[in-house]
């Protein structure tokens, strides 16, 4: 019994600590790379079209789902 | 015209398993017998499993001495067959230890088999198990066969009927029923579980990408006698190759990472700390099953307890990589019971989560989520990978090669070898993971109070899972001066992305213009990562 807390503790408190860095380390990477960001962005929109797929059709449907509420909101004021 | 083609089918079947016996299964006759041991030599050796003796001529025999009876589990040796060492001959089920592989120590010849090694026979301490020589040169060279078979009828007919399925089943659970049902009708019972496993998948839509595999991997796996899980056998060899070693987990885990955008957690970063909270269902069910082994109600070693805690980080690979290095032995029922439960998260999650939040929380709205620059993304894999590099190297196979996948779809100059990952080699691996996942779900592991145990903790590692992390949720929501909305906590079980879409839904049932998805993807995302930490903890504590 004694063993199993003694896992959660050390599990829970890597798991946290090594969390809690790689925050610090996303905040980190995005002040330094912030001279250098504009670098790939204009390439990268021609060239990552087809690999980001996936990611714009979420949001299409995202914004298919938003344009299906408001279509439904401004039937039910019409009302 | 049905009928004829049955009848051809069925002369095709006889044929075939009658060559199959009369070339694979005649060998010659035991020439070469065993002296028994003495009284003084067993008394010596009852402690011990075998014995070993020198009986003349550069012939060994190999006596079982063990004080209690063992039934044999399988058998995958031939008389006069030469076989490198670590080749497995058998596997025994002796009284009162735990159940053991025989391998050969260096290459042998076989030369004599004693009668009573056959599956599911019972050895007494004394019995002769085979005798073998240690050949110095090994060829392939064989005589001209010259000798006629005479073949009969009858025996024709009585070898093919020992070698029909029905048979062995028949004769297993007339033998001995209480010690030896798992190997006779306990394989009936797997190919249903098999087969409920497809319906599942196919009826009901369970993980299908893996459940079919599984669930006919079971099935091929209880075959009586094909021995297709076996050493000899696909399953067996792509489980040795493929499991036991850990790489297929891996390869899927790069895949993952191939598919997996980091975008929203780079955006949002202090979202991973729910991703950190839902962790607390892999350590709640590892007390769990600790507490039930002190209850006295099932067993379970430190070991599996981890194993069966890690059903909590709702992530396949995680589990199966975990319990093949942990709980081999476990591997079946933790691997059917992760999936499944990944399945009816839309079914577990909802009402903890409603549980545990109030109306106007979870129709609070979350700000969008800053623009992520390419340099960032691309930075993100490196820099994870260095941190685990210098902080958990043991759980540097799984993050290593989740961020390997991740890097190669970011960078975008490898689109070639990022859509590799992230289809044909994962599908190709998805295959025979399943496959061999399912050879691993035979009678004697799969049906006894542990697997209950194992899915009852398994629900209960979810569900604490997603309560830790809505509870985290509503602590974020305080400090954040109710901006974060506390239902993303529940996604921060892993099973990317059905538990992210889970919160979606949730929320939009409440507010119909919440869209949370891109904002429960960050604590998502920062699951994988986090029950990858945690299965690099267990590992590093455990082994």
């Given at each position: 019994?004694?063993?199993?807390?003694?896992?959660?503790?050390?599990?829970?408190?890597?798991?946290?600590?090594?969390?809690?860095?790689?925050?610090?380390?996303?905040?980190?990477?995005?002040?330094?790379?912030?001279?250098?960001?504009?670098?790939?962005?204009?390439?990268?929109?021609?060239?990552?079209?087809?690999?980001?797929?996936?990611?714009?059709?979420?949001?299409?449907?995202?914004?298919?789902?938003?344009?299906?509420?408001?279509?439904?909101?401004?039937?039910?004021?019409?009302? | 015209?049905?009928?004829?083609?049955?009848?051809?089918?069925?002369?095709?079947?006889?044929?075939?398993?009658?060559?199959?016996?009369?070339?694979?299964?005649?060998?010659?006759?035991?020439?070469?017998?065993?002296?028994?041991?003495?009284?003084?030599?067993?008394?010596?050796?009852?402690?011990?499993?075998?014995?070993?003796?020198?009986?003349?001529?550069?012939?060994?025999?190999?006596?079982?001495?063990?004080?209690?009876?063992?039934?044999?589990?399988?058998?995958?040796?031939?008389?006069?067959?030469?076989?490198?060492?670590?080749?497995?001959?058998?596997?025994?089920?002796?009284?009162?230890?735990?159940?053991?592989?025989?391998?050969?120590?260096?290459?042998?010849?076989?030369?004599?088999?004693?009668?009573?090694?056959?599956?599911?026979?019972?050895?007494?301490?004394?019995?002769?198990?085979?005798?073998?020589?240690?050949?110095?040169?090994?060829?392939?060279?064989?005589?001209?066969?010259?000798?006629?078979?005479?073949?009969?009828?009858?025996?024709?007919?009585?070898?093919?009927?020992?070698?029909?399925?029905?048979?062995?089943?028949?004769?297993?659970?007339?033998?001995?029923?209480?010690?030896?049902?798992?190997?006779?009708?306990?394989?009936?019972?797997?190919?249903?579980?098999?087969?409920?496993?497809?319906?599942?998948?196919?009826?009901?839509?369970?993980?299908?990408?893996?459940?079919?595999?599984?669930?006919?991997?079971?099935?091929?796996?209880?075959?009586?006698?094909?021995?297709?899980?076996?050493?000899?056998?696909?399953?067996?060899?792509?489980?040795?190759?493929?499991?036991?070693?850990?790489?297929?987990?891996?390869?899927?885990?790069?895949?993952?990472?191939?598919?997996?955008?980091?975008?929203?957690?780079?955006?949002?970063?202090?979202?991973?700390?729910?991703?950190?909270?839902?962790?607390?269902?892999i350590f709640g069910a590892l007390i769990g099953a600790v507490?039930?082994?002190?209850?006295?109600?099932?067993?379970?070693?430190?070991?599996?307890?981890?194993?069966?805690?890690?059903?909590?980080?709702?992530?396949?690979?995680?589990?199966?990589?975990?319990?093949?290095?942990?709980?081999?032995?476990?591997?079946?029922?933790?691997?059917?019971?992760?999936?499944?439960?990944?399945?009816?998260?839309?079914?577990?999650?909802?009402?903890?989560?409603?549980?545990?939040?109030?109306?106007?929380?979870?129709?609070?709205?979350?700000?969008?989520?800053?623009?992520?620059?390419?340099?960032?993304?691309?930075?993100?894999?490196?820099?994870?990978?260095?941190?685990?590099?210098?902080?958990?190297?043991?759980?540097?196979?799984?993050?290593?090669?989740?961020?390997?996948?991740?890097?190669?779809?970011?960078?975008?100059?490898?689109?070639?070898?990022?859509?590799?990952?992230?289809?044909?080699?994962?599908?190709?691996?998805?295959?025979?993971?399943?496959?061999?996942?399912?050879?691993?779900?035979?009678?004697?592991?799969?049906?006894?109070?542990q697997t209950l145990g194992i899915l009852v903790l398994g629900?209960?590692?979810?569900?604490?899972?997603?309560?830790?992390?809505?509870?985290?949720?509503?602590?974020?929501?305080?400090?954040?001066?109710?901006?974060?909305?506390?239902?993303?906590?529940?996604?921060?079980?892993?099973?990317?992305?059905?538990?992210?879409?889970?919160?979606?839904?949730?929320?939009?049932?409440?507010?119909?213009?919440?869209?949370?998805?891109?904002?429960?993807?960050?604590?998502?995302?920062?699951?994988?990562?986090?029950s990858a930490v945690a299965a690099g903890i267990l590992l590093?504590?455990?082994?």
């Amino acid at each position: 019994m004694q063993e199993g807390f003694l896992l959660m503790a050390l599990g829970m408190g890597a798991v946290f600590a090594f969390l809690v860095l790689l925050i610090g380390l996303v905040k980190g990477i995005a002040v330094l790379v912030k001279p250098i960001a504009h670098l790939l962005e204009e390439p990268a929109v021609a060239v990552a079209r087809p690999a980001a797929k996936a990611a714009t059709q979420s949001e299409d449907k995202t914004l298919m789902a938003a344009a299906v509420a408001a279509v439904h909101m401004h039937r039910s004021r019409k009302k | 015209m049905r009928s004829l083609k049955l009848l051809l089918i069925a002369m095709f079947v006889f044929v075939s398993a009658v060559v199959f016996n009369t070339t694979a299964l005649a060998g010659p006759d035991a020439t070469v017998s065993a002296p028994t041991l003495s009284e003084q030599e067993l008394a010596d050796h009852a402690n011990n499993l075998t014995f070993t003796k020198d009986i003349g001529n550069g012939v060994k025999a190999v006596y079982y001495t063990w004080h209690k009876p063992a039934i044999v589990y399988s058998v995958s040796f031939l008389e006069g067959q030469t076989y490198n060492g670590y080749r497995e001959l058998m596997i025994l089920s002796p009284k009162d230890r735990s159940k053991g592989t025989l391998r050969l120590s260096a290459a042998s010849k076989i030369i004599s088999i004693g009668k009573l090694v056959k599956t599911k026979c019972q050895l007494e301490a004394g019995n002769f198990l085979y005798t073998y020589s240690v050949p110095t040169v090994i060829h392939d060279s064989k005589e001209k066969d010259t000798q006629a078979n005479d073949l009969k009828f009858s025996v024709m007919l009585t070898n093919l009927w020992h070698s029909t399925g029905i048979y062995d089943i028949i004769r297993t659970t007339n033998a001995d029923f209480k010690s030896n049902w798992h190997l006779g009708a306990g394989r009936l019972i797997m190919m249903f579980v098999g087969i409920v496993l497809l319906y599942l998948a196919i009826f009901k839509g369970f993980e299908p990408l893996l459940l079919v595999p599984i669930g006919f991997g079971a099935i091929l796996a209880n075959i009586p006698m094909a021995g297709i899980d076996g050493p000899d056998g696909l399953l067996g060899m792509v489980y040795y190759v493929g499991i036991k070693t850990g790489v297929f987990p891996l390869i899927i885990f790069m895949g993952v990472g191939a598919m997996t955008d980091f975008g929203p957690l780079i955006a949002n970063p202090k979202t991973a700390l729910l991703g950190a909270a839902a962790q607390f269902g892999i350590f709640g069910a590892l007390i769990g099953a600790v507490l039930l082994t002190n209850v006295g109600w099932v067993e379970f070693t430190l070991k599996e307890a981890a194993s069966i805690g890690i059903i909590g980080g709702a992530d396949g690979p995680t589990s199966i990589y975990l319990t093949s290095k942990l709980a081999p032995h476990l591997l079946g029922a933790i691997a059917v019971a992760a999936y499944s439960y990944m399945a009816l998260v839309p079914i577990i999650q909802p009402p903890i989560m409603k549980l545990f939040t109030t109306k106007e929380q979870r129709k609070v709205k979350m700000t969008q989520l800053r623009h992520v620059s390419k340099v960032e993304k691309i930075c993100f894999p490196v820099a994870v990978t260095l941190l685990c590099a210098f902080l958990l190297p043991d759980a540097a196979p799984l993050i290593g090669m989740l961020m390997f996948g991740n890097l190669m779809k970011e960078c975008g100059v490898v689109e070639r070898l990022s859509n590799t990952a992230s289809n044909d080699l994962i599908n190709i691996v998805t295959i025979f993971l399943g496959l061999s996942v399912g050879s691993k779900l035979n009678a004697a592991a799969f049906l006894n109070f542990q697997t209950l145990g194992i899915l009852v903790l398994g629900l209960a590692a979810f569900c604490v899972g997603t309560g830790t992390g809505v509870i985290f949720g509503q602590v974020m929501w305080f400090l954040s001066g109710k901006k974060i909305n506390p239902l993303i906590g529940a996604a921060g079980v892993s099973a990317v992305p059905m538990a992210a879409r889970v919160v979606n839904k949730v929320g939009l049932e409440d507010n119909p213009q919440n869209f949370l998805l891109m904002h429960a993807m960050g604590p998502n995302v920062a699951g994988v990562i986090g029950s990858a930490v945690a299965a690099g903890i267990l590992l590093n504590a455990l082994t």
